[in-house]
Each structure stands twice: as C-alpha cells, then as structure tokens.
C-alpha cells in the first residue's frame, strides 16, 4: 500500500518522528532533562526515513541533531553533578 509515492511504514516513521520530536522539545523547554533522549530516538527515527528516502542532506541534519543532543546530555550532567554532591 502506498500513499503519495511512499509506502505506509515511511508515513509511520514520519508520524513517530514528528511526534517524538515535538514531545522531546517540549520536555527541553520545560527543563526535563527526558527531553534528550526523545529527541535521540526522534533522530534515529527521522535518519531511516531520510536514508530510505535518499535524502541524504536531511540524514546530515539528523546527525547534526544527534550530536546536539549528546551535547546537551554532557553539558546537563556536568550542570547538575555539583548540585547531586551537596544534597
């Protein structure tokens, strides 16, 4: 079954991108530090529908994204550390 050209399971891995990634920058702008790792999946998610696609500059992006992530993951843990120790 196809819609548009594309087969149902690339709009699938569409939806749970777009969803996983709206719900991971929702949970970063609230300061939960959750937020990271759904983006993560969302990236993965988003990389296979793109390399499935041959959308290479888009795979880029997604990887782009990932190491932002990783980024925000390390800077976080080095940011809350001091806090854990005094406690």
Not at 30 to 56: E, K, P, Q
């Amino acid at each position: 079954m196809e819609f548009y050209g594309l087969p149902w399971w690339n709009w699938l891995l569409q939806a749970i991108g777009l969803v996983s990634s709206y719900a991971g920058a929702e949970l970063n702008s609230r300061l939960d530090f959750r937020g990271f790792y759904i983006w993560i999946f969302s990236n993965i998610v988003l990389f296979t529908v793109h390399a499935t696609s041959s959308l290479w500059l888009l795979c880029l992006l997604d990887v782009g994204y990932l190491r932002l992530n990783l980024r925000g993951i390390l800077h976080w843990k080095r940011q809350l550390a001091p806090m854990r120790r005094g406690s």
